[in-house]
């Protein structure tokens, strides 16, 4: 059985930092491009950051510069360390794995970000 289970959301305040981990099992990660998404209220759901294989990422406009999504295979873990946060990163964070065959989805994990 798959499951990735993300963890590290939680109420920061504006210019604050969060980390989240997203855990895989069932999977190896290693064959698996791995990705941040993030949907919030009233708005559609996004990509925040994407981890290829073979190391390329790709992160939407908005927070390149800030975020930084990792890997550490060993640990069957993807990071995604968010820095200088805004309240318009407010939003529930979901960990996806995908092949060209499947995906794979976390439960997510809220970020609050407000003063």
């Known amino acids: 059985q798959v499951q990735l289970v993300e963890s590290g959301g939680g109420l920061v305040q504006p210019g604050g930092s969060l980390r989240l981990s997203c855990t895989a099992s069932?999977?190896?990660?290693?064959?698996?491009?791995m990705g941040w998404y993030r949907q919030a209220p009233g708005k559609q759901r996004e990509l925040v950051a994407r981890l290829t294989t073979t190391g390329s990422t790709n992160y939407t406009d908005s927070v390149k510069g800030r975020f930084t999504i990792s890997r550490d295979n060993a640990k069957s873990t993807v990071y995604l360390q968010m820095n200088s946060l805004k309240p318009e990163d407010t939003a529930v964070y979901y960990c996806r794995a995908d092949s060209l065959w499947y995906a794979y989805w976390g439960q997510g994990t809220q970020v609050t970000v407000s003063s």
């Open positions: 069932g999977i190896i990660i290693d064959i698996y491009n």
